[in-house]
């Protein structure tokens, strides 16, 4: 019923994941698989909703109202299970800058806050930059019954780290970017219990948390119980679901009411207190009308996926990955054919002529992988899987 077919041409027109891509025709150079946003037009609702805005032509000063919030609670209730208060709600501009404004907020300079790597690589950025400490509880990697790459949280390890001396945040993904995990409801459990019995804020990114690719389905902190939801900072967003991540927007919860004033009061002035016109409006029409347009995405990208793991297991026997149970996102470990990172860069980018967020960035036991955006037409996957293969024909690692 929807399009998920059309390719639009973008370069050109600033987008990040094809800025530095220089192409003659449609796919005759370097295919960016990088950047996670989707090669896919907006579903039309949205794309309507945006042409009305501009049609009244007043583009001021917007707050997250009354029917603004009731988007968001209908649509959270329906896909996640849990129903918001429209007080725990402070709008944002992004996931990003609202784990930034966390770690200013309530972590000193030289305090640490915890990561499990490989993660989205702002997390440690994030920290980083702001003068505080990474501790980093890195993912277990094991291998499943069918022999595929099994992520884990070692959670002896957490333990650990959060009792250690001025540890005071811990940055948690779910789904996880890029190793796709979606995490238990047991996991999920054990991770803020141990937060909150250690006094460490719980931060969850959780803006892939509509893209459940497998059958297990998100559990989000929001359904734990008062008393470990009331320790965390829960972060939301339209933006990968519905393509929407040029709108800048993001709905950040807080449940406890001290959490959230301190929050408030010293980022009054760098987290913005409410989405743009355009904001607004995708939102609410994604939320409202775009729910069929999600279940058919999911089941194009499932589609994707398969199609992916076929043809690289086919062509490349040693070659693993993590399964994929949430995000658009495939992690392929590429180890038993590359000695390091750097080569396995080259490679694919000299040879293969293809664009990924390499795996080394996402830190810890990211080395030697390759994340793969399947969020775009299969012709591209295609055409990244041709070059792919002929490039390894010519390589006498993968002889």
Sequence with gaps: MYDFETLVDRRGTGASKWVNVKAEGELEDVVPLSVADMEFVAPPAVRRALRDVVDRGVFGYQNADEPYFEACRDWYARRQGWVAEQDWLVPAQGVVQALC??????????EG?????PVYYPFRAGIEVHGRRVVNNPLVEGLDSDGRLAYSIDFEGLEAAASGEDVRMMLFCNPHNPVGRVWTSEEVRRV????????????????HGDLIMGDRPLTSVMTLSDELRGNAIVCTAPSKTFNQAGLMNSNI???????????NEKMACVVINGPSNFAR???????????????????????????VKTRLGEAFPE?????LEGTYLSWTDWRAYFDDADSLERFAQDEARIAFDEGKIFGCGGAGFERWNLACPRRVLERACDRF???????????
């Design 101 to 110: 404004a966390a770690i200013m907020v309530f972590v000193r300079e030289g």
């Design 113 to 117: 806050v915890i990561i499990q790597e």
């Design 192 to 207: 803020a219990e141990i937060c909150k019995r250690h006094d460490v804020i719980l931060v969850s990114d959780e803006i």
């Design 253 to 263: 919860w807080i449940c406890d009411e001290k959490l959230r004033r301190t929050f």
């Design 281 to 307: 409006a995708a939102l609410m029409a994604a939320y409202g009308e775009c729910e069929d347009w999600l279940d058919e995405l999911i089941v194009y990208i499932r589609g994707n996926d398969a199609y």
């Design 319 to 323: 070659m693993n990955w993590s399964p």
């Design 389 to 399: 293969i002929e490039a390894a024909a010519r390589d006498p690692r993968f002889a």
